[in-house]
């Protein structure tokens, strides 16, 4: 199951705007960098890594003594910016941020199994998907010097509606893991997705938000 995390508001580190006898900006580059800093077992955050995959430990949070659901995630994104201009150009530089709290996140001792970890980690592997998609669709945009920042900010709020779309639909279709068939569809489908990005740029175009409410293909296969 999925938790949803507050919106997260970045505020981006930009100068000012410039005076209007200054030449306008006629290059702008994105520069998106993920956060990769070196897990701290006294953090409460834990930074996706393609590699490290969660554990049943990092679940710290007390589960509750009633409910429907047996594990919860706790998973969001977010960024961080700053810009450097130089001459002609404006650089935008974007830490991507995608992280799993472990205070929030929880488990009952009944389910602590590697089925119940898998579509756990599905759920941080489907935040992964999105950030990276919100990166796509800022590099796939022709910004300026004078909006960028509001755009930025805007395709980050539909980012994030894109997310709890995806994460009630992953739920929904699996029974929160109840339905190996559809877990198995979900698992294939996620990782077919993630192989067509990479950090350095997407293979694709274009990229328009997933629509989680429709089946779970159509979800996967929108048009781009």
Known sequence: MFLFLQLIWCTL???????????????????????????????????????????????????????????????SFAYEGSSLHKKDTLQINLTLQVFFIKGA????????????LEHEQLHFDITWLVALRFQQRIKSM???????????????????????????AYDRETNHGQD???????????????????LEGALTRYCNPLSADSSTLRTFNTAW
Do not use: C
């Open 13 to 75: 580190l930009f100068p000012a705007a410039q005076p209007k006898e200054t030449p306008p900006v006629t290059i702008i580059k994105i520069v998106f960098t993920p956060d990769r800093r070196p897990e701290d077992p006294d953090s409460d955050s834990l930074f996706y890594q393609p590699h490290r995959k969660l554990q049943w430990s990092d679940f710290k949070a007390t589960p509750p003594l009633r409910g429907p659901s047996a594990a919860v995630s706790y998973t």
């Open 105 to 116: 996140s929880w488990v009952k001792s009944f389910a602590r199994d590697n089925y119940a």
């Open 142 to 168: 022709e910004l300026t010097a004078e909006d960028f920042d509001s755009i930025i900010q805007y395709q980050y709020i539909e980012s994030f509606r894109e997310m709890n779309k995806l994460q009630e």
């Open 180 to 198: 190996p068939a559809a877990q198995k569809r979900w698992k294939g489908l996620v990782g077919e997705a993630l192989a067509a990005l990479t």
